[in-house]
């Protein structure tokens, strides 16, 4: 048996038991897993994994069993790995960031420039998940940190840091009615077809939460994973979109104009994730200080 092994069933269930998706996480190539996985069936001579048609569907008993003792033994190598004190003054190594294209594209991208000029002999990763993979690739130890806006469900189990909230606005071509609307209401968006990201997105569960509370029902005319594909189809005339504030760049976007929206739907909590029994080496703490300032002390 290999550690390899256990990782990659760890990273077929952690990306919703896709082998392709696990591949392109792990940067290896898919018959590559198969492979692998197969071995370990037959070493330990019961299947993991459940196959319906060519499908993977989840876990046998035996894969559920031996899930959790993957997690565990790669959880505690990681541990033994980070375990030296001189691990608080290094300055060189690797750190994997799971985030979504959000935190990736804007929010991080001053963040990540100063902090490679500062630690030049760290090799950074970058994971882009949704909020669940983030979670997930912390708690298997495929990733270091993980940030996203994902909460609710994270306390006790994660450790925790909290980042600047994240405004959220309107966004529309310059000259869109919608500039005129004021004072900007749920109603008067309802008129419009709008694009948000996707429900399983704290911004598209956002977005959802505050028509229903409000007994509305919006327009909904596209969903996506990913705020720059909204805007394109937002500059193409398919209507107006709901994305964090961060995401609208003047210097970028100057077809397009954004109105705050954060009466509406609220700002958008960013958490910065590790698993509790980490050691934080000393660049991946300066990392989260600058991620979540001041919060380190607290975590």
């Known amino acids: 048996m ?6 990659f069933l760890c990273a077929i269930v952690d990306n919703g038991f896709s082998i392709t998706r696990a591949a392109e996480a792990l940067h ?24 319906v048609g060519g499908r993977i569907v989840g876990l046998t008993g035996a894969g559920h069993t031996t899930l959790a003792v993957a ?7 990681n541990d033994l790995v980070h375990s030296d004190q001189s691990l ?46 983030v979670i ?17 469900e994270l306390e006790g189990e994660l450790r ?43 911004g598209g569960h956002a977005v959802h939460v505050a028509f229903e509370r409000a007994g509305i029902e919006p327009n909904i005319a596209m969903t996506a994973i990913d705020a720059d594909v909204i805007k394109a189809y937002v ?11 961060i995401t609208f760049e003047r210097t970028v976007d100057p077809a397009l104009d954004a109105i705050d929206a954060t009466h509406l739907f609220g700002s958008a909590p960013v958490v910065i994730l590790t698993r509790p029994e980490t ?15 001041g919060q380190l002390a607290n975590g």
């Open 279 to 293: 050691r934080l080496s000393g660049y991946m703490a300066d990392f989260i200080n600058r991620v979540a300032p």
């Open 71 to 77: 997690r565990r033994v790669l959880l505690e190598i």
């Open 28 to 51: 290896i190539s898919q018959p590559g897993i198969s492979k692998q996985i197969n071995s370990l069936e037959l070493e330990l001579g019961a299947e993991l994994l459940v196959r």
């Open 160 to 202: 925790i840091f909290r980042g600047r909230d994240l405004a959220r606005s309107v966004i529309a071509p310059i000259g869109h009615p919608v500039f005129r609307e004021t004072p900007l209401t749920l109603k008067r968006l309802s008129s419009h077809p709008l694009l948000t990201l996707d429900a399983s997105f704290p």
């Open 235 to 245: 500059r193409v005339g398919l209507g107006i979109a709901v994305l964090p504030t």
């Open 2 to 7: 290999r550690l390899e092994q256990l990782k």
């Open 88 to 133: 608080k003054d290094q300055t060189s190594g690797r750190l994997t960031i799971a985030t979504t294209h959000t935190h990736a594209r804007y929010a991080l991208l001053p963040i990540i420039k100063d902090f490679r000029q500062a630690y030049p002999l760290v090799h950074l990763h970058l994971l882009q998940a949704n909020p669940a993979q």
């Open 136 to 152: 997930g690739a912390i708690a298997s130890g495929t990733a270091d940190v993980g940030i996203t806006s994902a909460e609710g």
